[in-house]
């Protein structure tokens, strides 16, 4: 297993070109008539782009986005204090055995757990307490780095200081089935197998 800290050089080198928890929704996006969404096609030619230069795509980030990455220290105290357990740093991870597949989870708890943070809007935020559920739209992220990782349970935390501290906190325990990582490490390799192919095409063409 493959580690490199989270905003270091190391850790960006690391990722550039790979498939990651952050997009697999994006590599999974299919549409009905089972061709892929732009979503996958714009990943597709992100890491393409990744692979031909060897840097790493820039993102931009709006408001929200930085909202969310200037709140998770503060979610992560939060977490502590609330729940009394003490998480533990992480960074890219590389799958055991999917070449270019890897995650880096926001946090690791104690032996066999990740943990994903999000700052959201207040309204998401609100809607995620009372589903009371873990968003569909963030599994295949939580999935993807359970399969890295060869963890097995996941907490989900959604914190929003703007709230009363009462509810500032939503956090859900998930212990998704085998069957459930295994067909995220399945839609992984079926994603990485399609890049390789074009980046064959590229590099052959050149």
């Excluded at 490199?4 to 190391?10: C, E, M, N, W």
């Excluded at 757990?113 to 009371?132: D, N, Q, R, S, Y």
Aim: net charge negative; charged share 20%.
């Amino acid at each position: 297993m493959n580690f490199a800290p989270q905003g270091s050089g190391a850790w960006l080198s690391a990722r550039a070109g790979c498939l990651t928890a952050s997009r697999m929704a994006d590599a999974m996006a299919m549409l009905k008539s089972g061709k892929p969404s732009e979503s996958r096609n714009k990943l597709m030619i992100e890491l393409l782009a990744e692979r031909m230069t060897g840097d790493a795509a820039p993102h931009f980030v709006n408001d929200a986005m930085r909202w969310g990455i200037e709140q998770e220290p503060m979610a992560k105290s939060a977490f502590e204090a609330t729940t009394g357990n003490l998480l533990d740093a992480c960074g890219f991870v590389l799958h055991p055995s999917i070449e270019h597949f890897g995650a880096s989870p926001d946090a690791f708890l104690d032996a066999d757990a990740v943990v994903e943070f999000k700052c959201p809007t207040t309204t998401t935020h609100i809607g995620w307490l009372l589903a009371g559920v873990v968003p569909e739209q963030h599994k295949p992220q939580i999935l993807a780095q359970l399969a890295c990782t060869e963890r097995a349970h996941a907490i989900f935390v959604s914190f929003d200081p703007r709230m009363p501290a009462a509810r500032q906190l939503f956090i859900k325990e998930w212990t998704p089935t085998l069957a459930e990582i295994e067909a995220v490490e399945t839609a992984a390799r079926e994603f990485l197998a399609d890049l390789d192919r074009m980046f064959a095409q590229l590099t052959e063409a050149a």
